[in-house]
């Protein structure tokens, strides 16, 4: 496991007023012929890239117990899009990630397989945030054969940054 710790975990205002990334443009490009709700899809990689560039904010969706125990990217904020044991829609979402992002700030969702961030996305573009994205795979990955994550996909999977409490 490596941890990386960032000098500059949050991207600067300055850098967000700018045109998007040309990898977030191709992914706006691809969402609209794919008639996606929200913004687009970008690899884990090349979230991390915009990350630590400070050209996006990851947002971790996933339940405050699955970053816990099974781990998360160090310095991004979090925002439940679904809590508890039986996960149901966090009813605050929309409210929490304003108050920590604006509507026009460049965010990349991540969950554990990119499905609950890919909702959570639509979610937050409805509200009126204008670029958010979803990060394929998310952190774990796509089941496998033995219908287990971790192994195909992910970000984990691809050796990114994490650290586990």
């Known amino acids: ?13 300055s850098k967000l007023n ?5 990898v977030l443009e191709s992914a706006k490009q691809q969402a609209i012929s794919e008639g996606l709700g929200y913004a687009g ?12 560039n400070g050209q996006a904010h990851l947002v971790d969706v996933r339940a405050a117990e699955e970053r816990k125990f099974v781990g998360h990217v160090p310095n991004t904020f979090h925002v439940a ?5 039986a996960l149901i829609k966090n009813p605050r979402f929309l409210r929490e ?4 992002l604006s509507k026009d700030s460049v965010i990349l969702l991540l969950c554990r397989s990119g499905k609950r961030s890919a909702a959570a ?3 937050s573009t409805a509200a009126g945030f204008k670029n958010v994205f ?4 998310g952190f774990e990955g796509d089941l496998d054969e033995n219908q287990q ?13 994490w650290v586990q409490d």
């Not at 990630?97 to 920590?100: G, M, V």
């Open 1 to 13: 496991m490596t941890v990386v710790q960032l000098n500059n975990p949050s991207p600067t205002p």
């Open 41 to 52: 899809k970008v690899s884990p990689d090349e979230a991390w890239k915009l990350f630590v």
């Open 97 to 100: 990630l304003e108050s920590k």
């Open 149 to 161: 994550r971790g192994s195909s996909g992910g970000w984990r999977q691809r050796g990114l940054p």
């Open 134 to 137: 979803n990060v394929r795979e």
């Open 18 to 22: 700018e045109a998007l990334p040309e």
């Open 121 to 123: 996305a639509e979610a």
């Open 81 to 85: 899009w679904q809590t508890g044991p």
